[in-house]
């Protein structure tokens, strides 16, 4: 398939630059697949499409303060966004454009803290050592790594979390769980839906741009992710049983497929590169929590793989009519 038809008209103006509060008040797309239906709710009327049988699966992943600010020895400037540690104090890190940073380049952050350019990594990025091998001594001078479109400074790194995230590695936020807040996932609970965790460490691969005419050529950067044994428990459990497995976001729909494409095990730990894009067959996932996605990217092409691509860019018409707000501290889809 050709990149651009996966392309859309959007007004800047709709790229949301804070969040809502609170959380569960932006508001939800609801598509009906089977019935080509859509609908207008508010993100807390979730509760509305969810009850006993659906097993919503969350990734529990932390974003991390990745963005650094530091400076060569001649004054000149120079901004890092850590990717993926590498091993203790190496980091694979992007440099900003403009900043030369090449082999042997000290980078200078802190009274305490200074780095080594050691070489470069995949697509321009750099191998970046720093001084100690203790990560909070890194963090303490970092800044959250909102998105570039993001022009908004002034958003705490907490809102930029989910409510559940605890498990630390993310350079950027799985967006779809930003619409829950606790009462919310209590009341879910008391439902009868129930909740099962993984991992999927937001690194460049879910955003970096498909630069290629023909999709199938792109090739995604790898993330790691992880899936316990108790998860793994559940998907069985629920699979047996005809329940539903409702996927919040597009890193949890990945981890996901990407383990229906393995051997069976107890758990499963790894890196994935998959790709997805129409067509494609889902084996795990049922529906799918999201917001709405960058035009001519990987995640439009996996919710176009889930709803048929016609009907998501039908659907993201009438969201640019009807001013939903766009992209990461934008609205809410639940598409079944």
Not at 142 to 169: C, D, L, M, W
Request: net charge positive; charged share 30%; aromatic share 12%.
């Amino acid at each position: 398939m050709n990149i651009k038809d996966f392309d859309y008209l959007l007004p800047e103006e709709l790229i949301a630059q804070k969040p809502i509060e609170p959380r569960d008040s932006s508001r939800l797309m609801v598509l009906n697949r089977e019935k080509r239906v859509i609908e207008h709710k508010i993100f807390r009327d979730i509760i509305n499409y969810l009850g006993e049988g659906d097993l919503l699966i969350r990734n529990v992943t932390k974003v991390i303060p990745a963005r650094l600010y530091g400076r060569k020895i001649t004054g000149a400037k120079i901004e890092l966004l850590l990717l993926e540690k590498i091993d203790k104090g190496i980091w694979e890190a992007l440099v900003k454009p403009g900043s030369k940073v090449k082999k042997g380049t000290k980078i200078i952050f802190g009274e305490d803290l200074e780095a080594i350019c050691r070489g470069w990594g995949e697509e321009g990025s750099r191998i970046i050592e720093f001084n100690t091998d203790n990560e909070e001594d890194i963090f303490k001078y970092g800044k959250a790594p909102f998105p570039h479109y993001i022009k908004n400074e002034n958003i705490s790194f907490e809102r930029y979390q989910t409510v559940y995230s605890k498990e630390i590695g993310s350079v950027a936020a799985p967006t779809a769980g930003l619409h829950f807040t606790k009462g919310l996932l209590q009341k879910l609970k008391s439902k009868g839906v129930v909740f099962a965790d993984v991992v999927l460490h937001v690194g460049l691969g879910t955003f970096r741009p498909v630069k290629v005419e023909n999709i199938e050529n792109h090739k995604m950067h790898s993330e790691t992710y992880y899936v316990p044994k108790e998860t793994v428990k559940k998907i069985k459990e629920f699979k047996k049983n005809k329940g539903r497995i409702i996927a919040v976001g597009t890193t949890s729909v990945r981890t996901l497929e990407t383990i229906a494409r393995l051997p069976e095990q107890e758990h499963y730990h790894g890196k994935t590169d998959i790709f997805i894009y129409p067509p494609f067959e889902f084996r795990l996932t049922d529906a799918i929590i999201t917001n709405f996605h960058l035009p001519k990217s990987t995640l439009l092409m996996l919710v176009s793989a889930f709803a048929g691509r016609e009907f998501i860019l039908e659907a993201y018409k009438i969201a640019v009519q009807e001013k939903y707000r766009f992209f990461s501290f934008g609205d809410a889809c639940f598409i079944y």
